[in-house]
């Protein structure tokens, strides 16, 4: 696979395991799947590829109650991420404040940022559904995982090290069937309605800040 270098923090979530080194293995295993599966799985095979993305949402940012591949719809709540079901019922995360920002309506968000415990962000942008007039599962366009890569910084007198930005698509692949993989600025909506910005570079020490 002709990717960077990378480095995360997704997974060491200490919020999430009593058992840390448990959930580290868990996190890592299933991300590497995720990866993988990207490369194995064909254009066409879309049910897979979507079954798979909740799956890793289940896993990384589980709910409250029920689970990501049977949602319909999601809603910014205050500073809260709800999650309806088909039958009425709703729920927010297990872990609430994984959620930090959006992009697009609060009662239709067209993408939803989590943070875990160590200060890596993940990217959900949620696609369009097909207008029959009926409850919809949710559909997940694609799931981008921040990653980062060393520049070290001698100019200046703190000799802070800085960090390169990257997004890793675990759902879209490019030409070639390997994970897309992209550098660019963000900019969201946080729950509290301030901006919230992700700048292709920055400091290090901020990352888990």
């Given at each position: 696979?002709?990717?960077p270098?990378?480095?995360s923090?997704?997974?060491?979530?200490r919020?999430?395991k009593?058992?840390?080194?448990?959930?580290?293995?868990?996190?890592?295993q299933?991300?590497?799947?995720?990866?993988?599966?990207?490369?194995s799985?064909?254009?066409?095979?879309?049910?897979?590829?979507?079954?798979?993305?909740?799956?890793?949402?289940?896993?990384?940012?589980?709910?409250?109650e029920?689970s990501?591949?049977d949602?319909?719809?999601?809603?910014?709540?205050?500073?809260?991420?709800?999650?309806?079901?088909?039958?009425?019922?709703?729920?927010?995360?297990?872990?609430?404040?994984?959620?930090?920002?959006?992009?697009?309506?609060?009662?239709?968000p067209?993408a939803?940022?989590?943070?875990?415990?160590d200060?890596?962000?993940?990217e959900?942008?949620?696609?369009?559904?097909?207008?029959?007039?009926?409850?919809?599962?949710?559909?997940?366009?694609?799931?981008?995982?921040?990653?980062?890569?060393?520049?070290?910084?001698?100019a200046?007198?703190?000799?802070?090290?800085?960090?390169?930005?990257?997004?890793?698509?675990l759902?879209?692949?490019?030409?070639?069937?390997h994970?897309?993989?992209?550098?660019?600025n963000?900019e969201?909506?946080?729950?509290?309605?301030?901006?919230?910005?992700?700048?292709?570079?920055?400091?290090?020490?901020s990352?888990?800040a």
């Amino acid at each position: 696979m002709n990717m960077p270098m990378l480095q995360s923090s997704l997974e060491t979530d200490r919020p999430l395991k009593s058992n840390d080194s448990s959930y580290e293995q868990q996190s890592g295993q299933f991300i590497t799947e995720m990866v993988m599966s990207v490369e194995s799985l064909g254009a066409g095979q879309t049910q897979e590829k979507q079954l798979q993305a909740k799956q890793l949402l289940d896993q990384l940012f589980p709910l409250h109650e029920g689970s990501h591949r049977d949602v319909t719809g999601y809603v910014i709540d205050y500073h809260h991420l709800m999650a309806y079901f088909e039958d009425g019922r709703h729920t927010g995360l297990r872990y609430p404040q994984h959620f930090v920002a959006y992009l697009g309506d609060r009662n239709g968000p067209e993408a939803i940022l989590f943070r875990n415990g160590d200060g890596c962000h993940v990217e959900v942008t949620l696609g369009n559904g097909k207008g029959t007039g009926m409850p919809e599962l949710v559909l997940v366009d694609d799931i981008q995982l921040e990653t980062y890569t060393h520049l070290n910084s001698v100019a200046s007198e703190s000799h802070a090290t800085l960090g390169l930005r990257h997004w890793v698509s675990l759902v879209r692949a490019d030409g070639q069937g390997h994970p897309q993989v992209c550098s660019e600025n963000k900019e969201y909506q946080s729950k509290d309605e301030a901006d919230y910005q992700l700048g292709i570079s920055f400091h290090l020490n901020s990352f888990s800040a």
